[in-house]
């Protein structure tokens, strides 16, 4: 057996995949030691204070350790995967050839893994030529790997998991070897304080489900201790929960990733910007039947085309007829920043919390590129593809509130931000329109902002516009 040296193993560091982050959480690894891993290869998905990012090798090798398990969050800069490169990949694929010829289980012949688009990051090029991995017990082939992901996603969409395309019978945990288990599993197992090494997987290909979890956290037992893996160490930031801790009764979240930045930006933006918050309560009966026309026009076929179009570009116009709105407090320079350009924040509900990405430039699109770029912006979100250039550099933001049937609240602002509208649902009500009383179309709208660098005169002008665009639509083309 080769003797593997020290220097021919490169360790691969977090890195920081977004301004000014200092940490990210593991999601998956895509990798185990043994592997072979090309330049450009994904290895493994992180979570950031901004998104969900899959990061890329940027040398060839054979996976040797990784450091972390997943679920910890791992600080940028400190070294996450060991890949023995050079003379020392050869060394380190020996043991592992050794293994598998020992073991019946895995002594299939090797795929290759198939080729297809890989997300990199910038800077890490893309390896064309396939990659060759160790088989493992309970691994699967390609197309079943990929029936295995969108079952994840499904499952994680909360439409259940997809159904296996050859159920096999389940296989019992090995000692020292890593439960098979998808992500949303892991993660109930470890809210409920359940060990997967304990237990016997009654899904296809030896994963353990959730009824397994579920039914292990109410059955209370004394599990025999079990070896840890080998390849991955304990995060040592993680603590477990109090002792009095009733898991029946109660759930414990940990607060982390997109969640825990978001919290920490709206306590700052709280205790640092005066916020005021103006409403006003508009017809926009006009404005829905609009909405209507556009559908069924040819120009905006095959666009998103709904009431959050028009509000955006309301909000566009009063900005462009109160540029002082559009604006960012500099404590350190004391000075009042103007921006002569808008990137217009929209905040979505993710699975992995609030995100408020930006359209660049919108108050230089027409009202069929800003379509455009709010159905992209929207679907990105969804799909938690949206990548952290996309959250920065946000001036004003909307935030819809009325989709979940609420009539208006009192947003806080973002940070480095000196506005955000708020939009409550749209209801039919009595309103008095033309001397009577008439059945019509109403929201409420809430503008929140900070009263450092816009006074109450200033703020008034921008909602009362755009509550006038919204009543009479047509001035969206005279204002314009």
């Given amino acids: 057996m080769t003797t593997m040296t020290d220097s021919s193993v490169r360790e691969f560091k977090m890195p920081d995949v977004g301004e000014g982050l200092t940490e990210a959480e593991i999601l998956k690894w895509y990798v185990q030691p043994g592997d072979t891993v090309t330049d450009g290869q994904v290895v493994c998905e992180v979570e950031t204070a901004k998104a969900a990012v899959e990061l890329p090798i940027p040398y060839d090798g054979v996976v040797r350790e990784l450091h972390f398990p997943e679920g910890t969050t791992v ?190 930006a709206m306590v700052g933006s709280a205790f640092t910007a005066p916020h005021v918050t103006e409403f006003v309560t508009v017809d926009v009966t006009r404005t829905m039947k609009l909405v209507e026309e556009l559908k069924q026009d040819k120009e905006y076929a095959g666009l998103r085309v709904n009431p959050l179009l028009l509000i955006a570009k309301a909000l566009l116009v009063a900005i462009k007829r109160n540029p002082d709105i559009n604006a960012s407090w500099d404590e350190a320079a004391q000075e009042i920043v103007v921006k002569h350009y808008v990137n217009l924040g929209i905040a979505a509900a993710t699975p992995r919390g609030l995100i408020v990405p930006n359209i660049k430039d919108a108050h230089a699109k ?27 550099g946000g001036t ?44 019509r179309q109403v929201t409420t709208l809430a503008l929140s902002f900070d009263h450092r660098l816009v006074d109450g005169e200033l703020g008034s002008k921008v909602l009362a516009d755009v509550a006038a665009v919204l009543e009479q639509p047509k001035r969206l083309i005279s204002w314009a």
């Fill in 396 to 439: 004003v933001t909307i935030t819809n509130v009325g989709v979940f049937g609420v009539d208006t609240g009192t947003p806080i602002l973002n940070p480095g931000e000196s506005a955000i509208l708020a939009v409550g649902a749209i209801k039919l009500q009595p309103w008095v329109h033309k001397g009577k009383v008439k059945p």
């Fill in 75 to 264: 600080d940028v800069g400190t070294s996450i995967i060991a890949v023995a490169v050079g003379d020392g990949a050869a060394a380190a694929a020996e043991p592992v050839q050794e293994a598998v010829a020992d073991t019946p289980a895995t002594a299939e012949a090797e795929e290759p893994k198939p080729e297809g688009r890989q997300p990199v990051l910038v800077g890490y090029g893309v390896s064309t030529s396939s990659t060759r991995r160790r088989p493992r017990k309970g691994a699967q082939a390609p197309a079943a790997a990929q029936e295995a992901s969108a079952a994840i996603q499904a499952e994680m969409n909360g439409h259940g998991p997809a159904a296996p395309a050859a159920p096999a019978a389940p296989a019992a945990p090995v000692t020292g070897d890593r439960p098979l288990a998808k992500p949303p599993v892991r993660k109930l197992a470890k809210d409920l304080g359940v060990d997967l090494a304990t237990l016997v997987p009654s899904g296809p290909d030896g994963i353990i489900t959730r009824e397994d979890v579920h039914a292990a956290a109410a059955e209370p037992a004394t599990p025999e201790p079990q070896a840890a893996p080998a390849a991955v160490a304990p995060a040592p930031s993680q603590t477990a929960a109090p002792a009095s801790y009733d898991t029946t009764r109660e759930t414990r979240v940990p607060v982390k990733g997109v969640r825990k930045a978001t919290a920490a």
């Fill in 366 to 392: 027409t009202l069929p590129q800003l379509a455009g770029s709010l159905g992209e912006l929207v679907s990105t979100a969804r799909e938690g593809k949206t990548s952290p250039a996309a959250m920065q």
